[in-house]
């Protein structure tokens, strides 16, 4: 009969073959699997067998200290995270010491930013061999800092990196901590900017930008705006005196302002011969009845031009339902489309995700049963797809035509072929990189550097 380790809820573990001599982990009798957090995971053959490679930033909180590991493959497993998200995950299989004792665990790879803990470990790994006390933590021992310097921390002066500011409103956010972690990690100054401080002095000799409390934001080399949809106009406004400042902006204010308006990104995307699902606009409610003609009869989409994530968009399922809709949008004077309905899709699309003219990730969002908006947001589910060439020369040409560096394409698969349904210049990366494992955050921070030429 083993001795079991007693340990509490949080304790330090390491992993000696991968080169990880300390590591915070959970542990989580809850969870079956472990898992470990690593970025840019990559499969590869090493002597006709199956390996992965990959980076981890042992310490939380902190990009400087990487190791890069690499080790056998053992599987590939569709894991749910505690979120909700259903993603495929590499498996390895690696030695864990833990209070002076050593055994092979399992563990899956994935990207834990926005968990607290670099490291979960689940009940397979402690089966017979650990009794956790929930109320203790660090029954083990913790390594001093001293200890922690030694291991992750090298005297080595680092290459100064840019400038980079992230033009943003909420620093919590899963896709706003990993495109300032992806900035650090590949050596720059990465400054979250919230919004709501910044303001701004016109002028055309001398024009700037504050931040709250007076600080003066002239020096930054280059801007990432991740403007939500009810600041479009105060952060178009913001990215535009960053641009007069000569300060670069991965996606322009242009660029932004139009994709926000949904009826000239369609007008645009038409003339640059991208095809969309039929579609038909219309300021009077007394035309009802040729608008739902036009677009092929009930069951059509009803748009609110101004919804975003799924909301202001309703499925009308006969031609009474779609009246209804259009007269009651209309009587609130909003601005709505109408458009067909692609019943063979299935409540299913594809988002594809273009960073500097290049497809970087695809995934499908499914919709839950009995909806049709297959939006993550409204609890549709993410898996990775393959798409096909002309999907992504869609997603290509459509970025190109909106003039955006960075940007999620929504397409649909219809009898007729793909559809564009939307562009959208500030696409969510928690989904997609769950489902997909991809860096997308690490792109968009190359897609600067190309722009620097800095190497």
């Known amino acids: 009969m083993l001795d079991k380790v007693i340990v509490g809820s949080e304790e330090w573990c390491s992993f000696p073959s991968l080169g990880i001599p300390v590591i915070k982990a959970r542990v989580d009798s809850g969870a079956k699997t472990s898992a470990l957090h690593a970025t840019n995971i990559t499969p590869f053959e090493k002597n006709g067998e199956n390996w992965v490679k990959f980076d981890i930033n042992p310490i939380q909180n902190n990009l400087k200290a990487v190791i890069h590991c690499e080790t056998p493959l053992i599987d590939k497993r569709v894991v749910k995270s505690s979120s909700g998200y259903r993603e495929q995950r590499y498996v390895i299989k690696t030695p864990l010491e833990i209070g002076g004792s050593t055994w092979e665990v399992e563990l899956t790879l994935t990207n834990r930013d926005s968990m607290g803990f670099r490291m979960l470990l689940g009940r397979e790994a402690m089966s017979g061999r650990i009794l956790v006390d929930p109320e203790q933590k660090y029954l083990l021992g913790q390594p001093t800092s001293e200890k922690i310097k030694e291991y992750y921390y090298s005297d080595e002066p680092s290459k100064k990196g840019l400038r980079i500011g992230l033009l943003a409103s909420n620093p919590e956010l899963y896709s706003n901590k990993r495109i300032m972690e992806a900035g650090e990690m590949r050596g720059h100054e990465m400054h979250f900017l919230n919004l709501k401080y910044c303001y701004m002095k016109l002028d055309a000799d001398t024009p700037e930008i504050h931040y709250r409390g007076g600080r003066v934001l002239n020096d930054f080399d280059a801007v990432i705006p991740r403007i939500r949809p009810s600041m479009t106009y105060y952060g178009c406004a913001l990215t535009r005196q960053f641009e007069a400042l000569k300060v ?192 997308i955050a690490g792109e968009m921070i190359k897609a600067i550097e190309k722009n620097f030429k800095w190497k």
């Open 248 to 439: 670069f902006a991965l996606n322009n204010s242009a660029a932004i302002s139009q994709s926000r308006d949904k009826l000239f990104s369609l007008q645009l995307l038409l003339n640059n011969g991208v095809d969309i699902p039929t579609t038909g606009f219309a300021n009077s409610p007394l035309d009802t009845n040729d608008l739902i003609k036009m677009v092929g009869g009930s069951p059509l989409i009803v748009k609110l031009l101004e919804g975003t994530q799924g909301k202001g968009v309703v499925l009308a399922e006969t031609k009474k339902a779609a009246e209804s809709v259009i007269n009651a949008f209309k009587s609130l004077n909003a601005n709505i489309l109408v458009q067909e309905f692609i019943k063979e899709a299935n409540g299913k699309d594809l988002r594809l995700f273009v960073v500097d003219g290049k497809v970087v990730a695809a995934m499908q969002r499914e919709a839950l049963p009995g909806e049709f908006r297959a939006n993550i947001h409204l609890g549709g589910t993410a898996s990775v797809v393959k798409v096909t060439s002309e999907e992504k020369k869609i997603a290509i040409k459509a970025a190109k035509a909106m003039n955006l560096k960075v940007a999620g394409v929504d397409i649909i698969r219809s009898s007729k072929g793909p559809l564009l349904l939307e562009v959208n210049s500030s696409p969510g990366l928690e989904g997609i990189e769950g489902a997909t494992q991809k860096d």
